[in-house]
């Protein structure tokens, strides 16, 4: 991309569909006269006086406690400088969206028209009491010093300024790490710090209570190397200085371990680096624009560990890590403030979760085949969701060893669950989906085991104990693809149907699945070549219980996966005819669509089987469903057949699963909106009820929906989930990603428990 179309891409964002980045959304309801004599007078004056008795009680009553203000007066906005406040405010919406989207905390930017630090501290005193928690933004070193420590003593809400505090964590957590990857002791580094303001002075202090060597440091500030026989230096700089007798970055840089660079873009050249100790660590962390650009280090040296604080290039060293998690822990024990232990805290969490097995979807959101603790991987990446349930607790910990938490944890389980619950409902569902899977992991067979994706899945199942996968394929290509992603496990049986291995297994399908289909048409030798290939084999190894499910369709088109699955496998007993759901993550909670995939246009018995069977997957997820039928038309408004249908299969649900909360016909829009729904149709079963299962009237209206949804809303989806097979076998879609395959193996599992327990049962 040009830096033309950068350009206009960056200024779009901002402009279009509305100006910034941010906005307010009520969170309760005020549809009504009666909400809103709550929400404002006379209902709103009983809070002010539970307030006004008791200070406290405004955490309890309004958003103080999940609030956050993003202050800046504009003087050090990223690498560029005094820009002023205005010119500063996209950078603290921006922050504004990093607090919500990484940990669910309003996070408020605050712009003030001052330089003066008396001015700048009385405002930010003078608002204190509207937010739980002050994150300082941008303002230049040395006022930012003596703005933050006057606010931490004088306010006793958690107050941090983020380019020194946030930044100190975060590099020092992928130091350590950096330090240990190039061999080396943190004790022994010479560190070259570019720089001397509010970031720079901060993350040094850190790198030395760590264990850096004060001696091994060299700073430099706009003027070069701050040298102890220099006059007039703050007392900041005065920390630093050092009695060596040199100059400038070149100087400084000869058999230099570390490069820390927090000033500004382009000071570094390549000779310099090549001047460097031998791997050498270079953070050049000025945004946008670092001290050397990450390719031209990189194609310099190639035993470099090299960062930068942009997020298009690995090991993104920025305090976006860290802001938002800190703040969370603070906030969630009502920390009076952030103090050293919790920082030192965050710092070990986080270097500690970059050494751990990296979940797929960090890796599929970074579009990165296998990230691993290494020279490209220091650091945890931003989107790992496991942030969210890692730096908080070590943060509220922390707080409330050193007896600065006014509301300590008590349960911490459920305070890992509450920090998982606030990056959605869609994250609750798949946790449990896998949570129940692993309680009892079953053998599963992948057929497409040669399929790089697929392996991936295999491994993910494997590594978590979701399930104990089998691969059939080529020995030789799944060996060599395993080896490629890291998937070292000697105990997964792969096996190849096309080879004269397993003969005696061979033998014993062919007769089974030629004794089934000799009436219809199929010889011996048809047998003997159809056992050959993979989709046969895995449906036989289910069905003589040498696997307990299975994962297919990756590959090859839907159909054509589906009709050795019917043919070999077959519908459960008491169903007529299979049929699919798809569950969608949605804003307004998961939903259950049927049927997605296969009955083009079912009868109205068909469709009550399909809304009943619907119902046993909801119940397995953990969710009662609540279905409506949909049609065009609202109980009875047309006589047309098609209407006419759905109603007749609401009537064989109502008669045969009385239990069940189902109801229609009905359109979408009364069906999913339960306000409309009440109003107009009061008689209902549904009435005031919110709908989380849909079942269409044919297969036009379901496939569509689905589709719609998943590309339109990025909706995430699991499916398709086959109902009314006789053992679990589940059918993926051409060109599934990683992480459906790895949630359809889950369902597959819990499948296979449920038909388990159904047989145990009879
Ligand atoms: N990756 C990340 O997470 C973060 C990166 N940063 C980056 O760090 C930089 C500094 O931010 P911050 O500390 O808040 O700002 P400050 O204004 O407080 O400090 C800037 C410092 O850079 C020094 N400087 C300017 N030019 C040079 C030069 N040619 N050589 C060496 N030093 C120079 C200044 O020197 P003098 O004292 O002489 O004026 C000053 O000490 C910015 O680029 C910012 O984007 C900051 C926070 C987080
Ligand atoms: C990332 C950041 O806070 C800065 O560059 O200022
Ligand atoms: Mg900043």
Redesign the pocket.
Known sequence: MSEQSRRREALDYHAKPQPGKIKIVPTKKYATQRDLALAYSPGVAEPCLEIEKNKENVYKYTTKGNLVAIISNGT?V??LGDIGPEASKPVMEGKGLLFKIFADIDGIDIEVDTKDVDRFIDTVKAIAPTFGGINLE?I??PE?FEIERRLKEELDIPVMHD?QH??AI?SAAALLNAVEIAGKKIEDVKIVV???????VSCTRLYIALGASHENVVM????GVIRKDREGLSAEKLEFATHRKIDT?EEAMKNADVFIG???AN?VTPDMLRAMAKNAIVFA???PDPEIAYDLAVSTRDDIIMAT?RSDHPNQ???VLGFPFIFRGALDVRATKINEEMKLAAVKALAELAREPVPEQVNIAYGETKLTFGKDYIIPKPFDPRLIHTIPPAVAQAAMDTGVAKKPVTDWESYEEELMDRLGSDNKLVRLLHDRARRNPKRIVFPEGEQLDVLKAAQYVNDEGIAKPILLGNKEIIKELMQEIGFEEDNIPIIDPKTDEHEEKKKRYTLQYWEARKRKGVTLYDAERKIRERNYFAAMMVNEGDADGLISGYSRAYPSVVRPMMELIGKANNVSKIATLNLMMTGRGPMFLADTSINIDPTARELAKIAQMTAVVANMFGIEPVIAMLSYANFGSSKDEKAAKVGEAVRYLHKFYPELKVDGELQSDFALNAELHQNKFPFSKLAGKKVNTLIFPNLDSANITYKLMKEMFKAESIGPIMLGMNKPVHILQLGASVEEIINMTAVAVVDAQEKEKAEKEI
């Open positions: 050090a990223l690498g941008d230049k070193a930012a380019d946030g930044t975060i570019s720089g001397a303001g509010a970031a720079a430099l500030d706009s003027k970055l927090l000033s500004i000071i962390m000025a945004n604080g060293v920025n305090n």
